[in-house]
């Protein structure tokens, strides 16, 4: 096994060693019936950024909360290359930094106040501070705020200090629970933008979020939880390049349907079936012959890519 503290002590700010974040069989139960989250294994690419999906109550935040330490599990690991978090919670809260649902900066504190604590702790000298406070306040475009102390800040301005946080002093593994939440849609996209700079310097980014729009567009992986279980995981792109055939049609005769399995009927007169790309060869010709019997008319076939949101409305309705 490969010393704790080594591959931390390598790490430059413009990191180059990165390991996958491997999750195994993790498992938590508060109340001994239900699991929050139940035999969980997965594996989180460095160098990308990976979103927790699923509904309310799904285990997100609880997932996050055993990875940085601050809930033990009832059985399974995250290690880090041949790093154990769970053997080595000191070592996980010094390579991760974590952003709660709950605001973080101090209401005492002045923004920068609470960035400066923040990089004090994660090694930042006083010239490299001073850089990475202000080029972060510039980015997110709150440098305005700054001498502002935390309890007269707005939700967003709140989220977006909380945010700032995370991310100075680029920890290794940054784990973020709804960080764009009351946030106002351009600041939303500047922090999107930091992630992925971040991810493409090799930095580790997993975020809770509902927002499934954003995620198409920024993120690289997904992982969809209901229910405390692991449902789907994979690149968004690969959802996305996903094709699926919209086929309508009207008709006379309801016999004529009997040839579908799933479809919709509207206005009485028109069939409408929704069909992958490779059950569409399959289906065609079955269309044609009934066209032939002047069954069906106006056949129209349209193409639409899958997103995100079908995917999630699938897999988490009934
Ligand atoms: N400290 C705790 N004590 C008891 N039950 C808890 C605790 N933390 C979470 N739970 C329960 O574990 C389950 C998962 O909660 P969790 O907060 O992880 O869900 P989530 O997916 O993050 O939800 P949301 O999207 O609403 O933030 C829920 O049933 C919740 O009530």
Redesign the pocket.
């Known amino acids: 096994m490969k010393e704790a503290g080594k591959i931390f002590s390598d790490l430059s700010d413009e990191m180059k060693t990165f390991a996958t974040l491997t999750i195994r069989d993790l498992t938590k139960s508060?109340d001994k019936q239900?699991f929050?989250n139940n035999h969980i294994s997965l594996e989180i690419e460095a160098a990308k950024i990976t979103a927790f999906l699923?509904h309310?109550?799904?285990?997100?935040?609880?997932l996050l909360n055993q990875m940085i330490g601050f809930t033990k599990p009832d059985r399974g690991d995250v290690c880090y290359g041949d790093i154990s978090f769970v053997e080595n919670r000191k070592q996980a809260r010094s390579m991760m930094s974590y952003m709660s649902?709950q605001y973080a900066p101090l209401e005492k504190l002045t923004v920068e106040q609470n960035l400066e604590m923040l990089g004090r702790m994660r090694g930042l000298n006083t010239l490299e501070l001073q850089k990475k406070l202000d080029q972060l306040l510039t980015d997110l475009e709150i440098k305005e705020y700054r001498r502002k102390q935390g309890k007269d800040l707005s939700g967003g301005l709140k989220r977006l200090t909380s945010f700032a946080m995370a991310l100075i002093g680029s920890p290794t593994i940054i784990l973020l629970d709804e960080p764009t939440n009351d946030v106002d849609p351009i600041r939303r996209e500047k922090q999107w933008q930091l992630l992925q700079k971040l991810a493409h310097k090799g930095h580790t980014i997993i975020i809770?979020t509902h927002n499934l729009l954003e995620v198409e567009k920024y993120a690289d992986n997904y992982a969809l939880?209901n229910h405390g279980k692991l449902i789907k995981s994979g690149p968004v792109q690969q959802i996305i390049y996903q094709k699926q055939y919209q086929i309508s049609f009207e008709f006379r005769n309801k016999d004529s349907l009997a040839l579908f399995q799933d479809y919709t009927i509207i206005n009485g007169s028109i069939c409408q079936i929704e069909i992958e790309e490779k059950e569409l060869t399959r289906l065609l010709p079955k269309i044609t012959q009934e066209l032939d019997r002047k069954n069906i008319f106006n056949l129209s076939l349209t193409q639409k890519n899958i997103s995100i949101s079908d995917l999630y409305r699938e897999e988490l309705t009934n």
């Open positions: 508060f239900h929050a699923g309310n109550g799904a285990g997100k935040s609880t649902q809770v939880f």
